[in-house]
């Protein structure tokens, strides 16, 4: 069974959502039957690039225009979800960066089935450790943590390589009438938004993978049935 799940590096419920996600597959007793999919979304492209990121509380302030008090009860909130997943939180001192490259490193990575691991590296770059992901430097140390060569990703960050497959995957959900992220749809049919609870995901899952095993090919397929939690959308702004 296919899951397709558009996701960005700034989203903080992208991150979480993952993590979830990946404690429900362990409990997932068709695990080996999944077939994932990472595709890019971006939120915000006007955010600058090369490591000229902004501070994430300025962004939210000064650019979302959002109330002080606001942006630091969403801190609060997501640092309980981070403390329940067991992870460490750099939000508040987190720069927000256009997240354009890091996406292109994770679809070379995909060339050799390590989207995912490149995708975990850069979120944690961000949300635990307050990196800012789209400096070359950073996007050039994680590719050879996991095995890439420094020439393949230079030659890639200097060139439009993947520019045209990032479009294609926000048409592609857009399309699908999606507009936040994450959104982990599985099988077309069951879609979650949001960084809800494993046993939520497990059991939307099990859902999923019984009517896909027991579908034939001859039906249609409907509008997906969504489950939704908090997510952020295409301006780079995320539920409170």
Not at 11 to 22: D, F, Q
Not at 131 to 144: A, P, T
Request: aromatic share 8%; net charge negative; hydrophobic share 40%.
């Amino acid at each position: 069974m296919k899951i397709e799940v558009w996701t960005d590096i700034m989203c903080p419920y992208c991150h979480i959502g993952k993590i979830h996600y990946e404690k429900a597959l362990q409990q997932f007793e068709h695990a080996d039957k999944i077939k994932i999919e990472w595709k890019a979304y971006q939120l915000n492209p006007d955010l600058p690039d090369k490591g000229n990121g902004i501070p994430v509380k300025q962004y939210l302030t000064e650019r979302a225009g959002l109330p002080e008090k606001s942006v630091n009860q969403m801190f609060i909130d997501i640092k309980r979800l981070a403390d329940e997943a067991g992870i460490s939180f750099a939000l508040p001192n987190a720069v927000a960066a256009n997240t354009r490259d890091a996406h292109r490193l994770i679809k070379l990575a995909a060339k050799k089935g390590l989207d995912s691991v490149v995708l975990e590296k850069l979120s944690k770059a961000y949300f635990e450790e307050a990196k800012d992901y789209s400096d070359w430097e950073l996007l050039l140390n994680i590719g050879k943590e996991v095995g890439l060569e420094g020439k393949e990703i230079r030659q890639m960050l200097e060139s439009d390589d993947y520019l045209y497959e990032i479009k294609q995957d926000m048409q592609e959900v857009a399309n699908l009438g999606f507009d936040t992220v994450p959104t982990f749809l599985m099988d077309r049919r069951q879609a979650i938004i949001g960084s809800e609870p494993v046993d939520l995901f497990l059991k939307v899952l099990n859902k999923a993978y019984k009517e896909w095993k027991n579908r034939t090919e001859k039906e249609s397929t409907p509008m997906p049935e969504v489950t939704k939690g908090k997510s952020c959308n295409a301006e780079g702004m995320c539920e409170i």
